[in-house]
């Protein structure tokens, strides 16, 4: 497995996948060959006969663009190897998401995520460099206010540069709120806008982690900064490519999961009390962070 990208969920899920696949070539009357599934004029040139007999011995994940090939070049029943490519992956597939081509409004070029746990409601920070796809006068955050609706409040979050908040939504069924910034100006494609939001937390009983998981890929890093009250000496672990299944035993105990996955990396803390770190080029989906832990 690359070091830098975690793409399925069990080595095991992987290979009943990849024979499945191998299965659906063999059992199509006349057989097919790999030749005759990498060489179709819809096939991506990256669908090499070697990567395909990779695939098909588990040994490399495929796309979802090339599975949903094998179902419709094979004629296996439809569905079939999709979903067994949800449980190898953890993703789920929603229809026309293939071939969807639609540009996302922004991309993120630079996130920075600082979350200051010395005052008695700390104090998270979010810094965005954003670069328009389009034509924008306007941009959408999401937050959770766990905390502050189970005081009956409302949402503690301010633009501090780059905008103003003018419309927010309710995600039915959860804690996450949606909220529309107003830019103040229409930034044509290609242009570029800063933003820093404020996020006032009731108070540090708060759960012991700092992580993102992004929609969209393109984005150059994500920096997370976390400062420490005085004396307070906890064990910080950095992780990377989880699944949203993963966090609950990582929160729960994270210098005791003996699983390889996802991947984790001790950080010391500097004379300040701030563990800092940077994720160059993070992969869209998955869950990176930090969590930690009181010695």
Do not use: C
């Amino acid at each position: 497995m690359n070091k830098q990208s975690r793409k399925y969920v069990s080595l095991e899920a992987l290979e009943t996948l990849g024979r499945a696949m191998r299965e659906a070539r063999s059992l199509h009357e006349p057989p097919l060959r790999l030749v005759d599934i990498g060489e179709s004029p819809k096939a991506s040139r990256s669908w090499s006969d070697s990567h395909l007999s990779k695939v098909e011995r588990g040994k490399e994940v495929p796309g979802l663009d090339l599975v949903l090939w094998y179902e419709q070049r094979t004629q296996a029943a439809p569905g079939s190897l999709i979903t067994l490519w949800e449980q190898a992956t953890g993703l789920k597939y929603q229809p026309n998401s293939a071939d969807s081509k639609e540009e996302a409004p922004w991309v993120i070029e630079r996130l920075e995520m600082y979350l200051d746990l010395r005052p008695t409601e700390p104090l998270l920070t979010h810094t965005r460099d954003l670069f328009s796809n389009k034509q924008n006068d306007s941009y959408w955050i999401m937050y959770d206010t766990k905390d502050v609706a189970m005081k009956g409040a409302d949402s503690d979050v301010v633009v501090e540069v780059g905008g103003e908040i003018v419309e927010r939504q309710r995600v039915e069924n959860s804690t996450i709120e949606k909220a529309r910034i107003s830019l103040g100006r229409v930034v044509q494609r290609g242009g570029w806008h800063h933003l820093r939001v404020t996020h006032r937390l009731p108070s540090r009983d708060i759960p012991p982690f700092l992580d993102f998981s992004l929609r969209t890929p393109g984005v150059r890093y994500v920096q997370l900064i976390v400062h420490f009250p005085d004396g307070s000496r906890p064990r910080v672990l950095r992780f990377t490519h989880a699944y949203s299944a993963d966090l609950a035993e990582l929160i729960a105990n994270p210098f005791g999961v003996t699983n390889p996955e996802p991947q984790r990396e001790e950080l010391s803390l500097d004379e300040f009390g701030l563990a800092l770190t940077r994720f160059p080029f993070p992969e869209a989906g998955f869950h990176h962070g930090l969590v930690w832990s009181e010695i």
